[in-house]
């Protein structure tokens, strides 16, 4: 039998102050109970709810986690629209710019630790979170992956950005005098060329804009930084060099994640669905695990596995896919993965962003996401966060 992964629960108290009252409107919030998800689907306004989310989340009971007692605030169609925004880093960080970016009108506020940004969701003191996921030339973040089946919340979007990598320093100072420099690993791992070219030591920090605002308490001029031009700004900096990264192409996408999944309908187009599950460590169990996605014209985005157990045994995979869990032949899929899992856990059913689809789009010829019998995928159906 499958077994469901679970993931703690939140409390959600959306955009609500110290007192409780809403922000936007003043009024003491009226908590409604949940909606009976005892159909498959469950519409809520211009969002639906999936009934496996919930399922997913049964086991949290006993771990000592309120469960939400609102939803996230949603906009049209399912997306997201929140007030207030957490991301890890410090102002000028390119999670700050990915905030921005993202929700123009939503409040952004740092925090100095990962596991604060995700408490803070689960708390209800934000409506979500920004958190690196992947970039173009590191790979993927490792951290996000590791807490994503323990943290308790959904994905609800993907942003898209562009990363253009400075070398910084005080005003002043000059490139010759520079003898080591400060960024976040990720940040370090994109400007190689660049460091070694030079003979530059790299000096790991938590984040780029962290490191920005490190050279002004050393004050030493053997030190700079690798960072965004926002961060520059923000600390008071000059830019010594100009897009230092290996690859001019460079972006990092990010999950934005909400206490509650925000799932848009089913008749959307663009949508990916994140799933995480494990396997028995036997020849073929990958390959009959997955194999309802290829039957089904089902294109998987993502595939990537985990030890788990303290073992060198790849059993545990994060897996998305261009598709609803509601589309029958993603549900048929669903069902072969089940049965060849040990267990399972839809992360997350959201919209692809607008660069995402291009991306996508442009390398996969073929129609995913629909029914193989289905009219391809056009343009206007590509919408972001």
Same mark, same amino acid.
């Given at each position: 039998?499958?077994?469901?992964?679970a993931?703690?629960?939140?409390q959600?108290?959306?955009?609500? $102050?110290?007192?409780?009252?809403?922000r936007?409107?003043?009024?003491?919030?009226?908590?409604?109970?949940?909606?009976?998800?005892?159909?498959?689907?469950?519409?809520? /306004?211009?969002?639906?709810?999936?009934?496996?989310?919930?399922?997913?989340?049964?086991?949290?009971?006993?771990?000592? +986690?309120p469960?939400?007692?609102?939803?996230?605030?949603?906009?049209?169609?399912?997306?997201?629209?929140?007030?207030?925004v957490?991301?890890?880093?410090?102002?000028?960080?390119?999670?700050?710019?990915?905030?921005?970016?993202?929700?123009?009108?939503a409040?952004?506020?740092?925090?100095?630790?990962?596991?604060?940004?995700?408490?803070?969701?689960?708390?209800?003191?934000?409506?979500?979170?920004?958190?690196? @996921?992947?970039?173009?030339?590191?790979?993927?973040?490792?951290?996000?992956?590791?807490?994503?089946?323990?943290?308790?919340?959904?994905?609800? /979007?993907?942003?898209?950005?562009?990363?253009? =990598?400075?070398?910084?320093a005080?005003?002043g100072?000059?490139?010759? &005098?520079?003898?080591? +420099?400060?960024?976040?690993p990720?940040? =370090?791992?994109?400007?190689?060329?660049?460091?070694?070219?030079?003979?530059?030591?790299? +000096?790991e920090? $938590?984040?780029?804009?962290?490191?920005?605002?490190?050279?002004?308490?050393?004050?030493?001029?053997?030190?700079?930084?690798?960072?965004?031009?926002?961060?520059?700004?923000?600390?008071?900096l000059?830019?010594?060099?100009?897009?230092?990264?290996?690859?001019p192409?460079?972006? #990092?996408?990010?999950?934005?994640?909400?206490?509650?999944?925000?799932?848009?309908?089913?008749? &959307?187009?663009?949508?990916?669905?994140?799933?995480?599950? &494990?396997?028995?460590? #036997?020849?073929?169990?990958?390959?009959?695990?997955? $194999?309802?996605?290829?039957?089904?014209?089902?294109?998987?985005?993502?595939?990537?596995?985990?030890?788990?157990?303290?073992?060198? +045994?790849?059993?545990r995979?994060?897996?998305?896919?261009?598709?609803?869990?509601?589309?029958?032949?993603?549900?048929?899929?669903?069902?072969?993965?089940?049965?060849?899992?040990?267990?399972?856990?839809?992360?997350? #059913?959201?919209?692809?962003?607008?660069?995402?689809?291009?991306?996508?789009?442009?390398? &996969?010829?073929?129609? @995913?996401?629909?029914?193989?019998?289905?009219?391809?995928?056009?343009?206007? $159906?590509?919408?972001?966060?």
């Amino acid at each position: 039998m499958t077994r469901i992964l679970a993931m703690p629960r939140c409390q959600k108290t959306k955009g609500l $102050g110290a007192d409780g009252a809403s922000r936007r409107t003043g009024i003491q919030p009226r908590w409604r109970h949940r909606p009976n998800l005892s159909n498959a689907l469950a519409p809520t /306004g211009e969002h639906v709810v999936l009934k496996s989310h919930e399922a997913g989340l049964r086991r949290l009971a006993g771990r000592g +986690v309120p469960r939400p007692t609102s939803r996230p605030p949603a906009g049209p169609a399912g997306r997201l629209d929140p007030d207030i925004v957490m991301y890890h880093g410090s102002a000028g960080a390119f999670a700050h710019i990915a905030c921005r970016t993202a929700f123009p009108q939503a409040r952004s506020i740092a925090c100095a630790s990962l596991l604060d940004v995700i408490d803070a969701v689960r708390a209800g003191k934000a409506d979500a979170a920004v958190l690196p @996921c992947e970039n173009l030339l590191a790979g993927r973040v490792p951290d996000i992956h590791l807490l994503l089946p323990e943290i308790g919340l959904s994905i609800v /979007g993907e942003i898209f950005l562009p990363i253009e =990598l400075h070398l910084v320093a005080p005003e002043g100072w000059s490139l010759e &005098e520079v003898r080591r +420099v400060h960024s976040h690993p990720v940040a =370090l791992r994109q400007v190689r060329r660049f460091l070694s070219a030079r003979g530059l030591t790299p +000096v790991e920090q $938590g984040n780029t804009a962290t490191a920005a605002a490190l050279l002004r308490q050393t004050g030493d001029r053997a030190d700079a930084a690798v960072a965004s031009e926002l961060a520059a700004q923000t600390y008071g900096l000059t830019i010594l060099q100009r897009n230092i990264e290996d690859n001019p192409f460079n972006m #990092t996408r990010f999950y934005v994640l909400a206490c509650e999944p925000v799932v848009p309908a089913p008749q &959307e187009q663009d949508i990916l669905t994140c799933v995480l599950f &494990e396997v028995r460590n #036997t020849p073929g169990a990958l390959f009959h695990a997955v $194999g309802g996605f290829a039957h089904g014209g089902i294109n998987l985005t993502r595939l990537e596995s985990y030890l788990v157990d303290g073992q060198f +045994v790849a059993t545990r995979f994060l897996c998305e896919f261009e598709g609803h869990p509601y589309h029958p032949h993603v549900g048929r899929a669903l069902d072969t993965l089940k049965r060849h899992s040990t267990s399972y856990a839809i992360l997350g #059913t959201f919209p692809m962003h607008d660069t995402g689809a291009r991306r996508r789009a442009d390398t &996969e010829p073929t129609t @995913c996401g629909t029914d193989p019998q289905a009219h391809a995928l056009d343009e206007t $159906g590509r919408r972001g966060v």
